[in-house]
């Protein structure tokens, strides 16, 4: 059975398919000698719109017939896959993507005070993959309670329960809203520092009750003030991320208050300066 009738066939097979390949596709040459049934060569083709199986006819300067060498192309793709991008958080936050940030921790206010409870959220766009601006609000919750023992009794299964007299209790409620840019350098060992800055107006709700006397004390005050800060985050599957940060707060807040014996109208001020920690979870999308 003669090779070179089957290898023209399939070549001819090969040339009426080429064609409809797409564009895209990168393509390499394989070169066969028909007669010795051997590989030639391997080269890079052209464009897919200009490849296809073709037969080319050549003189042998040894032979004294023509000879045919027959030219298949083969196609290989590989699609990129996320995991394949150096930093995944980066190449999903582009000029018009939008991020969101949910957070947790304390703010630890200058002096003696204890202490507060934090929670918030952040969110804005990336004018690129480095600076972000957005929009914050932070709630700040403080509670306390002042009781005295009163006696102790023995309970049936063992052990004792207290019975205390609530003497009195006050709670605080901050909330500091502010826009901010966010500066994102780059990626560094896997761990991704920010530092962002931002200011807006606080407010801050004051509750007290004194069970001995039946006063009430309720008030609102307001001010202006702003927060620097500094952490890192760690990405997480897709466009998720972990994130600490430590910041600073420096605000003030006031209201007017009228003396009723003298007339008088005072401006009462609530320092809220201080240190704290976030720990949170961001995403983009």
Same mark, same amino acid.
């Given at each position: 059975?003669q090779l070179?009738? %089957?290898v023209l066939?399939?070549?001819?097979?090969l040339?009426?398919h080429a064609?409809?390949?797409?564009?895209?596709?990168a393509?390499?040459?394989v070169?066969?000698?028909p007669?010795?049934g051997?590989?030639?060569?391997?080269t890079?083709?052209?464009?897919?719109s200009?490849?296809?199986a073709s $037969?080319?006819a050549?003189?042998?300067?040894?032979?004294?017939? +023509?000879?045919?060498?027959?030219?298949?192309? =083969?196609?290989?793709?590989?699609? !990129?896959?996320w995991r394949?991008?150096g930093?995944r @958080?980066?190449?999903?936050h582009?000029?018009?993507?939008? +991020?969101?940030?949910i957070?947790a /921790?304390?703010?630890?206010?200058d002096g003696?005070?204890?202490p507060?409870?934090l929670?918030g959220?952040?969110g804005?766009?990336g004018v690129?993959?480095?600076?972000?601006?957005?929009? #914050?609000l932070?709630? %700040?919750?403080k509670?306390?309670?002042n009781? %005295?023992?009163?006696?102790s009794v023995?309970?049936?299964?063992? /052990?004792?329960?207290?019975?205390?007299?609530?003497?009195?209790? $006050?709670?605080?409620?901050?909330?500091?809203?502010s826009g901010y840019v966010?500066v994102q350098p780059g990626?560094v *060992?896997?761990?991704?520092?920010?530092? /962002?800055?931002g #200011?807006? +107006?606080?407010?801050?709700?004051l509750?007290a009750d004194n069970f001995? *006397?039946?006063?009430?004390f309720?008030?609102?005050?307001g001010g @202006?003030? @702003?927060?620097?800060w500094? /952490?890192?985050?760690?990405?997480?599957?897709g466009n998720?991320?972990i *994130?600490?940060e430590?910041? !600073?707060?420096q =605000?003030?807040?006031?209201?007017?208050?009228?003396?009723?014996?003298?007339g008088? *109208?005072?401006r009462?001020i609530?320092?809220?300066?201080?240190v704290?920690?976030r720990f949170g979870?961001?995403w983009?999308?």
């Amino acid at each position: 059975m003669q090779l070179r009738p %089957v290898v023209l066939a399939v070549a001819g097979a090969l040339a009426l398919h080429a064609p409809a390949r797409a564009d895209s596709l990168a393509l390499e040459k394989v070169t066969l000698d028909p007669e010795l049934g051997t590989v030639l060569a391997i080269t890079p083709a052209a464009p897919a719109s200009e490849a296809a199986a073709s $037969a080319l006819a050549c003189r042998d300067p040894d032979r004294s017939s +023509y000879g045919t060498r027959v030219i298949l192309e =083969s196609v290989r793709w590989h699609p !990129r896959r996320w995991r394949d991008r150096g930093d995944r @958080w980066e190449s999903s936050h582009g000029r018009t993507s939008g +991020y969101s940030q949910i957070h947790a /921790g304390f703010l630890d206010p200058d002096g003696e005070q204890r202490p507060s409870f934090l929670a918030g959220f952040r969110g804005g766009l990336g004018v690129d993959e480095h600076i972000q601006l957005g929009l #914050g609000l932070d709630w %700040v919750h403080k509670s306390e309670r002042n009781s %005295v023992l009163v006696s102790s009794v023995p309970l049936p299964g063992g /052990g004792t329960s207290e019975r205390r007299l609530e003497l009195a209790r $006050a709670s605080s409620n901050l909330f500091p809203m502010s826009g901010y840019v966010q500066v994102q350098p780059g990626n560094v *060992t896997g761990l991704m520092p920010f530092f /962002g800055v931002g #200011g807006g +107006y606080n407010v801050l709700f004051l509750s007290a009750d004194n069970f001995q *006397t039946s006063e009430h004390f309720d008030a609102t005050y307001g001010g @202006w003030g @702003w927060q620097a800060w500094g /952490g890192v985050s760690v990405p997480l599957s897709g466009n998720s991320r972990i *994130t600490a940060e430590v910041f !600073r707060n420096q =605000s003030e807040v006031g209201r007017d208050v009228d003396d009723p014996q003298t007339g008088v *109208t005072y401006r009462e001020i609530v320092n809220l300066d201080g240190v704290g920690m976030r720990f949170g979870l961001g995403w983009g999308f």
